[in-house]
C-alpha cells in the first residue's frame, strides 16, 4: 500500500538538459533546390544564396540548442549546490 501510494506522489519523470534541446537540434536542414530559370549561371547564384540561408539557420538552431543545454546545466549545477554555498 505503501508503494503505491509513493507512485502517486511523482507522475512525471525528469529528463535530462540534453532532452530539452532535441526537437532544436534534432531538425534537419532541407538543402536548396536548383533553379531551372534557362540561366545556369544564375541558377547557380540563386542556389548559392539558398545553401547559406539554410547554412544561417542551421548554425541558429545549433546555437539556440547549446543555449538550452547551458541553461540547463546552470540550473541544474545551482539546484544541486547546499543552500549555504550558493
Same mark, same amino acid.
Given at each position: 500500500m505503501l508503494a503505491a501510494s509513493l507512485s502517486a506522489c511523482s507522475t512525471t519523470v525528469p529528463s535530462g538538459c540534453?532532452?530539452?534541446?532535441?526537437?532544436v537540434l534534432t531538425?534537419?536542414?532541407?538543402?536548396?533546390?536548383?533553379?531551372?530559370t534557362g540561366? $545556369? &549561371?544564375? !541558377?547557380?547564384?540563386?542556389?548559392g544564396l539558398?545553401?547559406?540561408?539554410?547554412?544561417? $539557420? &542551421?548554425? !541558429?538552431?545549433a546555437a539556440t540548442g547549446y543555449a538550452i543545454i547551458h541553461g540547463?546545466?546552470?540550473?541544474?549545477?545551482?539546484?544541486?549546490k547546499p543552500w549555504y554555498r550558493r
Open positions: 540534453s532532452e530539452l534541446a532535441r526537437g531538425t534537419p536542414t532541407p538543402h536548396a533546390v536548383i533553379g531551372n540561366d $545556369a &549561371a544564375l !541558377d547557380w547564384q540563386f542556389y539558398a545553401e547559406t540561408a539554410g547554412l544561417n $539557420a &542551421a548554425n !541558429d538552431r540547463c546545466e546552470v540550473r541544474d549545477s545551482v539546484a544541486v
